[in-house]
């Protein structure tokens, strides 16, 4: 996203971060910052510790180390300041089941002392431009996954926080929905936000984050813009599908290929080629004479998924979710 045009105050700060439960270290001496209008990912498989650090961030978990702060007010000693500069969209809606969407809303916007006049032309503003009308007066409890999911990251939207935290905030939504919420977070970083999102969908990262901070087993293993973290994988991969009854067979065939991905339910196998077409037409050769029959194949530039493979040893995909 186009940082140029706005100060490049930060606002996020974390120097150190940890915190453990019990003997599990959620999150091991985590840094980083982010500016105002800059989107910051975060990328990590299922108990990478995502959750924990936005959730001290936030200051919903206390910190067992380091430090963080908001817009200079420290998280841990000044969490009323911090408060009313953030908005979270957590993992475990924060929404009232009892009360309907436009509720919720008007709670959260006095929540945050808005005066009554922008509260509610705000509030209004959202609702249309989220496509909320339609169940904006019927009570969340009678809400399907999505629709939650929708007034949950609308509502940390009511105050027009300078922080945003965004954790998962597009798992359960409809492609349109997803769109809508993209298009948001440009705006809102373009306006000046700094937001920190947390996701398992790699496209997400790509298309949203100015930097990308892979996270794995409380640790950052890998950060960069998305861009330079595809381009230090230098390779090509050549992706192979065979039919699910000859994926072990042509495993064997190919041996042991430093960075090769498996995907069993798709029946493909992704095996790094560096740039050399040769190669690729061997390892062809090599499963055809070895009797496995090769449904499609090609040669492709390296995606995210391939840099998370590479880094972590498994694929990111998200199990399918439904909020
Ligand atoms: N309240 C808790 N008590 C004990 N362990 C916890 C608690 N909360 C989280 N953990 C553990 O801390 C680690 C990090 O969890 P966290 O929820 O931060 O991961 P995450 O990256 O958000 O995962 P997901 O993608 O599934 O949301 C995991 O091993 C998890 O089991
Ligand atoms: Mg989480």
Request: net charge negative; aromatic share 4%; charged share 25%.
């Amino acid at each position: 996203m186009d940082t140029m045009s706005i100060t490049s105050t930060t606002i996020i700060q974390a120097k150190h971060l940890r915190k453990s439960y019990g003997d599990v270290a959620a999150v091991r001496d985590l840094s980083f910052t982010v500016k105002a209008g800059q989107v910051v990912g975060l990328l990590g498989p299922n108990g990478a510790g995502k959750t924990t650090l936005v959730n001290m961030l936030s200051t919903l978990l206390s910190i067992d180390g380091g430090s963080a702060s908001v817009a200079g007010y420290d998280v841990a000693t000044q969490p009323d300041a911090v408060r009313q500069l953030i908005g979270l969209a957590g993992q475990s809606a924060a929404i009232d089941e009892k009360l309907t969407a436009r509720e919720n809303l008007e709670l959260f916007g006095r929540l945050y002392k808005i005066p009554r006049v922008e509260r509610q032309q705000r509030i209004e503003q959202l609702i249309e431009r989220f496509d909320m009308t339609e169940f904006a007066d019927r009570v969340a409890e009678t809400y399907s996954g999505g629709q939650r999911r929708r007034l949950d990251v609308v509502a940390a939207l009511v105050s027009n926080p300078p922080a945003l935290f965004l954790d998962e905030p597009t798992t359960g939504l409809d492609p349109r929905s997803r769109a809508e919420l993209w298009a948001a977070v440009e705006q809102l970083a373009s306006r000046g936000t700094a937001i920190v999102l947390t996701t398992q969908y790699l496209d997400e990262a790509d298309r949203l984050a100015d930097e990308i901070l892979i996270i794995d087993r409380g640790s950052v293993i890998a950060s960069g813009t998305p861009e330079s973290l595809k381009r230090n994988l230098e390779r090509d991969v050549l992706e192979i599908h065979v039919g699910i009854e000859d994926l072990d067979a042509a495993c064997g065939l190919i041996g042991e290929v430093p960075g090769l991905a498996v995907d069993r339910d798709a029946g493909s196998i992704g095996i790094p080629v560096g740039e050399e077409v040769d190669r690729s037409l061997d390892m062809l050769r090599q499963l055809q004479d070895g009797g496995i029959s090769i449904l499609d194949f090609q040669l492709r530039r390296p995606t995210l998924d391939d840099v998370f493979m590479s880094l972590t040893g498994s694929p990111a995909t998200p199990e399918e979710v439904s909020a």
